[in-house]
């Protein structure tokens, strides 16, 4: 065996158990974050509408969103033996729901303000909320084109297609936790509290999106190497 084939087994090694161990952890912050925000509006009452704003859209980029995008990560010990095929139906139906989730949430809020003749779209959180909607819409276009690639292909490269759609979902989760951490507010949370939640929320962003943009970068390499 060529020792230089072993170093390279070897460093694919480790780095794959490296991956694991922080998805891992990625999965706990997600996992407690989820219970904490579910905990809170069950202790505020879902006979309060404005819990159920805060609870779907908590859930919906929390653990929805965040979890369709670790299932088409190699790295991700709970999806790791499954079919490319399956992981990809997976990552659509965890994104419907965390989508519909969102949604919802965000109407709700609408109508609430609506109710109480308030102006909508004024702070930071609510706009953020709104941009962050915008772009999954964007992205679930982009999702259904890329299902289609085979037959636009005539129109528009496939990679192009797929490159667009990580574009967006990167930038629809990155926005939507932002405004999720905005929420964390001394009337919602002690300052301890607030401080975790907002540290979380970033781990959970940044070791999420590892998956993504290793998958991103290695499209983009080989379009740059057919462009040669």
């Known amino acids: 065996m060529d020792p230089l084939d072993t170093k390279e087994q070897r460093r694919e090694k480790v780095v794959y158990h490296l991956e694991t161990c922080f998805n891992t952890i990625n999965h706990m912050l997600i996992g407690y974050v989820t219970f904490y925000l579910s905990y809170y509006?069950?202790?505020?009452?879902?006979?309060?509408?404005?819990?159920?704003?805060?609870?779907?859209?908590?859930?919906?980029?929390?653990?929805?969103?965040?979890?369709?995008?670790?299932?088409?990560?190699?790295?991700?010990?709970?999806?790791?033996?499954?079919?490319?095929?399956?992981?990809?139906?997976?990552?659509?139906?965890?994104?419907?729901?965390?989508?519909?989730?969102?949604?919802?949430?965000?109407?709700?809020?609408?109508?609430l303000k609506e109710d109480a003749g308030r102006r909508h779209f004024r702070s930071d959180h609510a706009i953020t909320g709104l941009v962050s909607l915008?772009?999954?819409?964007l992205s679930f276009l982009n999702g259904v084109a890329a299902l289609y690639?085979?037959?636009?292909?005539?129109?528009?490269?496939?990679?192009?297609?797929?490159?667009?759609?990580?574009?967006?979902?990167?930038?629809?989760?990155?926005?939507?936790?932002?405004?999720?951490a905005l929420e964390y507010t001394p009337r919602m949370v002690s300052l301890q509290h607030k401080n975790m939640l907002i540290a979380f929320t970033s781990i959970t962003t940044a070791l999420t999106l590892i998956g993504v943009c290793k998958t991103m970068f290695n499209q983009f390499r080989a379009m740059c190497g057919k462009a040669r």
């Open 41 to 111: 509006s069950y202790a505020r009452g879902f006979g309060n509408l404005f819990t159920w704003h805060i609870f779907l859209c908590a859930v919906g980029y929390q653990f929805f969103m965040a979890e369709s995008l670790l299932t088409l990560y190699s790295g991700n010990g709970w999806t790791d033996r499954y079919s490319t095929v399956a992981k990809r139906r997976l990552h659509w139906i965890l994104q419907a729901i965390g989508c519909a989730a969102i949604f919802a949430g965000i109407v709700i809020e609408i109508y």
């Open 149 to 180: 690639t085979v037959k636009i292909k005539h129109i528009i490269k496939p990679i192009y297609v797929k490159m667009c759609h990580y574009l967006t979902g990167i930038v629809a989760f990155v926005i939507g936790m932002t405004s999720l």
């Open 134 to 137: 915008i772009f999954i819409g």
